[in-house]
């Protein structure tokens, strides 16, 4: 809450900003707890105790009392696509923490109902069929039940989309249509598309079909993009590493972030990478960046930061673990080496996007043949990402080369996939987190967000340290899952020395950036289901308040409102909460009413389907009665 009545005794450089009565973890060893920050100029001033700020509240310093509430740093994702994110945010329904299909096909069939001619309704990602109470995907019938006209469009992770019969039409997808490589149409007995497409393994097929749906114009992306980030901050992130990807070209996709950071207005700070998007022309496009810039040009709020997550096309491999490892080409080193060669010599960083350890110990002989002549460890920062079936031979070698590595909880919605292909020995180890950190290597920890996870970094924590999947199931045991204190260094200060930025964020302490929230539920204490559930009631990002509410309701900056005005965004908002607790007896009684109708409409889903029988009355006539009924 914000706090009056304090008498100014500062005279000379007052706090910007005092937050105290606070549960401070600090992420310091020097001083690990406090009670109370101070900020100046975007920067810590101090960290202590409530009676020593009291010398530098002055007469403009906005006091806040956190109410006792733990404060950590501000988080810190390696790994989002947030740029991409940004521009399609308000597009896009979100069944980020929806847990029913029932609840997640109710939003649909509103947001079609909002949604103008021309338009198409997307759900992008940030789900899995595992989290909802049904444990599956919608059917082609029911997308097309919901919208018999407007183009619907729903992606489930990277391994397949479910189109309607409009969204087929709209993509110009028909029985003429070719396969196309890494992918596949599913067809009916009558060669038509059925709707359903299959990353097989590549997600291409996925990509380029949604880079045929309407996109904003300019001003609105930068309004999207705004929203997008204002609801990171909700969760407390103030800092991400951007690592590029698919029709993500530069410089035209950066021209938002850009324009915003020149105009202050980001509220989270960006650190990105440069992906090459065609075939045949990455070392064409690669030297023509070395060319114009450099790594770590921009300033805090953006910068670059290297090449990345893709060198080379050819070189990479795919996530789907509903498919087999994709046998990548089997000279791809050649034009691999190329591109690693141009970077290191050039001072410049890399991330390589490597799924699989057959490909990581692929990627680590070139680098080893480079390393004869001094180009590693040569100081430039490089890692790989993901490393789910990563080596302790592999991470030798990486730790040998001067590498480090950024891990995702994609396993938390695909860790069912994988245990049904690989079982549950090897996903055990997927990836092996704590292998990892006992050789000393750097391990950020990032969710990929948005589309093959949610960008909720408290779902990632919850998987670093519960091993638990979305759906529950526990996938990794203790040997392989880390305590809470060193999960928040992955997103603290482990994503701080992936950007060269260790010396100024990632913990709170005189002369770091002023980045910080105020959590709505002790991380240290709640139980380890709850951390999943966290958010943050206040954030701060180099003094600035950019999210805040519940008693801190007004105390942020005042966005524009979203638009387009039929968005989905503005009647739904983003990811969606589970808690309930708190509400009033109309909203429980709506709540019984909601669960007993999904409950009737499931069953009847899994007779229709020969799972279950349909219960009849006396006269043999079927019927559902969820007071009677088992």
């Not at 060198?311 to 080496?337: C, G, H, I, S």
Request: negative net charge; hydrophobic residues 40%.
């Amino acid at each position: 809450m914000p706090v009056g009545g304090l008498v100014p005794r500062a005279t000379e450089n007052p706090a910007d900003v005092i937050v105290r009565n606070a549960k401070v973890h600090t992420g310091d060893p020097a001083r690990p707890g406090a009670q109370a920050i101070a900020v100046r100029d975007g920067r810590v001033l101090a960290v202590g105790d409530d009676h020593d700020m009291a010398t530098l509240v002055g007469p403009a310093t906005r006091v806040v009392d956190a109410l006792g509430r733990r404060i950590v740093p501000g988080l810190n994702d390696s790994h989002l696509h947030v740029i991409r994110g940004g521009l399609n945010y308000v597009l896009e329904l979100r069944w980020d923490g929806v847990r029913s299909l029932h609840e997640g096909l109710a939003m649909l069939r509103e947001q079609v109902a909002r949604t103008p001619r021309g338009q198409w309704v997307r759900v992008v990602g940030g789900w899995s069929a595992e989290q909802f109470a049904e444990q599956r995907l919608p059917t082609v019938a029911e997308l097309n039940a919901a919208a018999p006209d407007t183009p619907v469009f729903v992606l489930h992770l990277y391994q397949s989309a479910v189109l309607n019969r409009a969204a087929l039409k709209a993509a110009g997808f028909t029985r003429d249509t070719p396969e196309p490589r890494g992918g596949q149409i599913v067809r009916g007995r009558d060669g038509e598309p059925t709707g359903m497409l299959l990353a097989a393994p590549s997600a291409l097929i996925l990509y380029s079909t949604l880079a045929k749906a309407p996109v904003l114009d300019d001003e609105d992306k930068k309004t999207s993009t705004r929203h997008f980030l204002r609801e990171l901050n909700r969760f407390g992130l103030t800092s991400a590493i951007d690592a590029a990807g698919g029709f993500q070209n530069f410089p035209d996709n950066y021209a938002t972030v850009v324009d915003l950071a020149k105009a202050g207005q980001l509220s989270l700070r960006i650190a990105y990478h440069l992906f090459p998007q065609t075939a045949g022309q990455e070392i064409a496009d690669l030297t023509r960046w070395i060319e114009t810039a450099r790594p770590e040009d921009g300033d805090e709020w953006l910068r670059l930061n290297g090449a990345g997550e893709n060198l080379t096309w050819a070189a990479a491999d795919f996530e789907n673990f509903t498919q087999p490892r994709p046998e990548l080409a089997e000279e791809y080193e050649a034009e691999f080496e190329k591109a690693v060669r141009l970077l290191m010599e050039s001072g410049w960083g890399f991330r390589l996007h490597a799924t699989y350890d057959e490909t990581i110990r692929r990627d680590l002989t070139v680098f080893e043949r480079l390393a004869s002549e001094g180009l590693f460890p040569a100081g430039n920062r490089w890692l790989f990402d993901h490393a789910e079936t990563v080596s302790a031979a592999s991470l030798d070698r990486i730790a040998a080369l001067g590498g480090a590595l950024s891990v995702q909880n994609r396993l938390s919605f695909q860790g069912e996939a994988f245990v049904r292909r690989y079982g549950i020995g090897a996903a055990a180890d997927a990836p092996p987190i704590r292998a990892m950190l006992e050789r000393g290597l750097t391990v950020g920890g990032g969710t990929d967000a948005t589309r093959v996870s949610t960008y909720n970094p408290w779902v990632a924590l919850h998987w670093l340290v519960s091993g638990r999947t979305v759906g529950d199931l526990l996938v990794r045991p203790p040997s392989n899952r880390v305590d809470r204190g060193t999960a928040l260094d992955m997103f603290t200060t482990a994503g701080a020395r992936l950007t060269g930025e260790q010396d100024v964020k990632g913990i709170l302490a005189p002369g770091y950036l002023a980045d910080f929230a105020v959590l709505s539920a002790d991380y240290f204490a709640v139980p380890e289901p709850a951390i999943a559930h966290i958010e943050s009631l206040l954030t701060i990002v180099g003094g600035r308040i950019v999210y805040a509410t519940g008693e801190y309701e007004g105390m942020d900056e005042e966005l524009p409102p979203v638009s387009p005005a039929w968005s989905p965004v503005a009647r739904f908002g983003g990811y969606r909460s589970a808690g309930s607790r708190g509400l009033g007896g109309v909203r429980q009684a709506e709540l019984i009413g909601e669960a007993v109708a999904e409950s009737g409409e499931h069953l009847r889903w899994r007779a229709g389907q020969g799972l279950a029988p349909l219960p009849r009355d006396a006269y043999g006539v079927g019927f559902f009665d969820p007071c009677i009924s088992l």
